[in-house]
């Protein structure tokens, strides 16, 4: 199994969307990312684990799922790249492939050294757009070929038997 290990914050500031989402909301941007990797998730079949500095998020580090996304907040004086590194100590074996995205360039050659494999915030960019692209023509085959439910649905329930579907809240 292949793991994407995201240094949150690192992509936030990296993202042109997620930069402008940022300077309004740091919540709604960190949202709009986890949002982002499950659909990376759901399409490429990696799992993603996603980790966000305690500088923003203090208190005692903590983990949780959204979306069936992992999300970490580090605890107060552990940085996102440290944890990271542990992480992709912890989860690095025969069968697994570790990615980490982040651009932080001291990052990366650590990351090289313990057999992981590296993403910049451009290339993560790049493919999650590609990946957007080749869903919506996935869903334009979808309507083309599936006929209509019998039952009218209102694009309101229609969104959330969507978002159930997809495993989302």
């Known amino acids: 199994m292949d793991i994407l290990l ?9 993202w042109p969307e997620l930069k402008l989402l940022k300077q309004r909301d740091l919540s709604a941007a960190r949202d709009r990312l986890i949002e982002k990797m499950a659909e990376y998730q759901g399409f490429t079949g990696m799992k993603v684990i996603i980790v966000f500095d305690a500088q923003f ?13 992992e999300v970490v907040y580090t605890r107060q004086d552990e940085t996102a790249d440290e944890r990271i590194e542990k992480l992709a100590i912890e989860l690095n074996n025969i069968k697994t492939q570790i990615y980490v995205a982040t651009s932080d ?23 999650m757009n590609e990946i957007e692209r080749k869903i919506d023509i996935k869903v334009e085959k979808t309507r083309e070929k599936k006929p209509q ?13 969507e978002k159930w579907r997809r495993g989302q809240k």
């Open 57 to 69: 998020v203090k208190g005692i580090g903590r983990k949780y799922r959204n979306y069936k996304v």
């Open 6 to 14: 995201v240094d949150g914050y690192n992509i936030i500031g990296d």
């Open 105 to 127: 360039y001291t990052e990366q050659w650590v990351i090289f050294g313990q057999g992981a494999l590296r993403k910049s915030a451009r290339e993560l960019l790049n493919e």
């Open 149 to 161: 439910s019998k039952i009218p649905l209102s694009d309101e329930v229609a969104e959330i038997f």
